[in-house]
């Protein structure tokens, strides 16, 4: 994709994404509406092919939850996404097995279930 292309789309979903922080409707969006409005597009805008379950699995089962997104490469996973409605506090930490566990700790252990390298 050229680069002003490129530019222009990223554009247009930061600006949709404003629009709804503005008119206040961010919590109108669960974390399904935010994977197939902003992140499956975005992935799309970065040259990854959403259509291709080779390339982008939503749902990726591991042993402790289901990734939200991966991004495979040669039927390996290599990025684990993992999203939240726009209205989630990202600081918050919540209790898996007894213990207090932020996002990005979420991910890093669907990561390793996973064996991302």
């Known amino acids: 994709m050229e680069k002003e292309k490129f530019l222009q789309e990223l554009k247009v979903l930061v600006e949709r994404y404003n629009q709804i922080v503005s008119e206040e409707r961010s919590q109108d969006f669960n974390e399904a509406d935010v994977g197939s409005k902003f992140i499956l597009p975005f992935f799309k805008i970065l040259g990854w092919n959403i259509r291709n379950i080779d390339e982008v699995k939503e749902q990726r089962s591991t042993l402790s939850g289901p990734a939200d997104y991966t991004l495979d490469v040669n039927g390996k996973p290599k990025i ?27 991910a890093h252990r669907y990561s390793w279930w996973l064996k991302v390298d």
């Open 80 to 106: 684990i996404v993992e999203i939240k409605k726009f209205n989630e506090d990202l600081d918050n930490k919540r209790t898996v097995r007894g213990k207090k566990e932020s996002f990005p700790e979420q």
